[in-house]
């Protein structure tokens, strides 16, 4: 048996541990009572049908469909896991190296232009979180694979040179993107660090600025949040009349930080300053990942603002969150709209509204989860403990606990 490496099981299906149990419930066997057949612990098969712990064994597997008169279904499923398993065996290869790539432009050597790629590279930003994980990821690394290849083959002009270094600064923020969205922080850090370095070579203040931002989001993820504000706070140094949203995007940013540091004031005028700056803000280069919507800068306000202890600001973050809801119905984010529901259902159980709650959270349990949603499992995980800490008494919050564990378990 192999017990699965942390995040492992949000990239794999689960259709072996979900027939296992199925298969015991029609024989009305407990999990000990299964145990004693096949000569393995109760605690183990119950990693197993969780997904916690993998059946390397097919022999075992064979052996298990037969005590249990599978007639085959367990180890059908085993099987189709089992291929599922090895294509993410393969995408977690492709993002390591992708990885060490980064890692080597972090000394970013003399470059070229390649202006041709400009468009690919908009047009992965623009698709990235609507197409396949793996079509985007694919995408991003043959362009700069392409990007690499000419970097170390040609020479070309110091005016070119810059053009070149912005062009794979912005591949390795598009990868920064793409690691995390699978809960992988420390990667995706990597990933922006090197898009920093590659923005300053460059001496390009909007994808410095956009790298920074990126940054403070991958410290977020792991709550490192003073990491985070001090992230935001630097990329504000390279705010100016070019650099787009990204003013805007920093100080949503940096709100967030702030908010999770416990001062809700200092954050809601963060969020004020923000809105001011969008309305003098110019045109962003790259549309998509390299730009901050006005949906998402109202997402901002309404997850910001959660954290707070008032009444007040916290029905103001459910006002934001009810808005950014309507915001991505018109501006489609998938992602993006099922966090701003389970927010919207965040702020209600932190003002006590248990109904409110679930009746915001409820949408998000209809909704297939996808491998690549880290963020929305991580959300969920959140939820569930609020609803713990807010409702201890409450048999209806408890078992909106059980159901939120078992969709954040699905595959």
């Known amino acids: 048996m192999v017990k699965s490496p942390a995040g492992w099981a949000r990239m794999n299906p689960d259709r072996t541990g979900r027939t296992l149990r199925e298969l015991r419930a029609a024989r009305g066997l407990s999990l000990r009572e ?3 057949l096949v000569n393995y612990s109760h605690q183990g098969l119950g990693h197993i049908e969780t997904g916690l712990r993998w059946p390397a064994d097919r022999g075992w597997i064979e052996q298990v469909d037969l005590a249990l008169q599978g007639e085959g279904r367990l180890i059908a499923a085993w099987d189709e896991d089992q291929r599922e398993r090895a294509k993410a065996t393969d995408t977690v290869r492709m993002l390591d190296r992708a990885r060490q790539e980064s890692q080597q ?4 050597p003399d470059g070229v232009t390649l202006d041709e790629l400009h468009h690919g590279i908009i047009n992965v930003a623009k698709a990235a979180r609507f197409e396949s994980y793996d079509a985007t990821l694919a995408q991003a690394l043959g362009i700069r694979a392409e990007l690499l290849r000419r970097l170390n083959q040609v020479a070309y002009s110091p005016d070119d040179s810059r ?6 600064g912005r591949t390795c923020g598009i990868l920064a993107y793409l690691t995390l969205d699978l809960g992988q922080a420390e990667v995706a850090r990597v990933h922006a660090q090197a898009a920093f370095r590659l923005g300053d070579r460059a001496d390009h203040d909007q994808l410095r600025a956009w790298s920074r931002g990126t940054q403070a989001l991958a410290f977020r993820f792991t709550k490192d949040f003073e990491l985070a504000r001090d992230a935001a706070q630097d ?4 705010i100016g009349t070019s650099t787009g949203t990204m003013g805007s995007r920093l100080l949503c940013g940096l709100a967030a930080s702030i908010a999770n540091l416990g001062d809700s004031a200092r954050a809601l005028e963060l969020l004020e300053d923000a809105d001011r700056m969008r309305d003098s803000s110019g045109p962003d280069e790259i549309p998509g ?3 901050f919507s006005e949906a998402k ?7 910001s603002l959660m954290w707070a202890d008032d009444d007040k600001t916290l029905r103001k973050s459910i006002k934001a969150s009810q808005e950014a809801l309507d915001a991505w119905h018109v501006q489609r984010s998938p992602g993006d709209e099922m966090l701003s529901t389970i927010y919207l259902s965040m702020a209600n159980a932190r003002l006590g509204d248990l109904d409110g709650s679930l009746a915001a959270v409820a949408p998000v349990l209809e909704t297939p989860i996808e491998a690549h949603f880290s963020w929305v499992r991580k959300r969920l ?9 807010n409702f201890p008494d409450s048999k209806v919050a408890s078992d909106m606990q059980k159901t939120l564990k078992a969709y954040v378990h699905a595959r």
């Open 381 to 389: 995980n959140q939820l569930d403990g609020l609803l713990g800490e």
């Open 163 to 168: 053009d070149l270094y912005v062009a794979l």
């Open 235 to 238: 990329g504000l140094n390279y």
């Open 34 to 36: 299964l145990a004693s």
């Open 289 to 291: 990942l390299f730009s």
């Open 297 to 303: 800068q109202i997402y901002y306000h309404g997850f």
């Open 105 to 108: 432009l972090l000394v970013a």
